[in-house]
C-alpha cells in the first residue's frame, strides 16, 4: 500500500484525504443546516454548534492546503480511460467547482465571522488571525457566499458521484475502485 499515486490506482495520502474532505464537507454541511434552523436563538448550543463548525472548517482548510501541496510532492497522475469530449470536460469543470468551492467556503465564513466581531477558534485550542475588520458590508458579501457556496458544491459533489457511479457501474473501468483501494 503505497503513500504516493502511481499510473495503476492512488496512494493512501490521496484517498485518505478525498474521503476525509468528504466527510468533514458533509459535517460542516448538515452542522450549516442546523445553525441556519435555529435562526436567532442564541443560546448556549447554537454557540458550542457553530465553534464545532468553525473547528472543522479549519480542518477542512487543512485537508484542501495538504492537497494541494501533495499535487506537487506526488507528480504521479492515475490513468483515466478515454471518455467522450464531453464528459471530460464535465468532469474538468466539476473538479474546478470543486477546488474553488472548497477554497472559498471556508474563507468565506472566515470573513463573515471576522466581519461581524467574531473570532474562528479551533476547538478552544487557538484562534485563527483575522483578516479583515469589522464591516458590515464584508459581512453581507461572505454571507451572501457563504450562503451560495453549499447548494453548489452539493450539486458539484452530486455530478460527482454520478461521474464515478457511471464509471462503476456504467463503464466497469475500476475507477471508484481505485479511490477506495489503490487499485482496480
Not at 468528504?22 to 436563538?41: K, S
Amino acid at each position: 500500500m503505497s503513500l504516493k499515486n502511481s499510473e495503476r490506482g492512488y496512494g493512501l495520502m490521496s484517498r485518505a484525504n478525498h474521503w476525509l474532505t468528504a466527510v468533514v464537507f458533509i459535517a460542516l454541511t448538515i452542522l450549516g443546516m442546523v445553525l441556519e434552523q435555529m435562526g436567532g436563538e442564541r443560546g448556549d448550543s447554537f454557540f458550542q454548534l457553530m465553534g464545532l463548525h468553525k473547528g472543522l472548517a479549519i480542518v477542512l482548510m487543512g485537508l484542501v492546503l495538504l492537497r494541494l501541496v501533495w499535487l506537487f510532492v506526488d507528480r504521479a497522475r492515475v490513468t483515466q480511460e478515454p471518455v467522450a469530449q464531453w464528459q471530460s470536460l464535465l468532469a474538468r469543470v466539476v473538479r474546478l467547482v470543486l477546488w474553488v468551492g472548497l477554497i472559498a467556503m471556508p474563507l468565506s465564513g472566515w470573513l463573515m465571522s471576522n466581519s461581524a466581531g467574531h473570532p474562528v477558534g479551533f476547538f478552544g485550542l487557538f484562534e485563527l488571525p483575522a483578516i479583515t475588520p469589522e464591516s458590515e458590508s464584508v459581512h453581507e458579501l461572505a454571507e451572501v457566499v457563504h450562503g451560495l457556496l453549499p447548494k453548489l458544491l452539493i450539486v458539484a459533489m452530486l455530478l460527482h458521484l454520478v461521474g464515478a457511479l457511471k464509471h462503476h457501474w456504467v463503464d466497469r473501468d475500476g475507477t471508484l475502485s481505485r479511490m477506495i483501494k489503490g487499485t482496480a
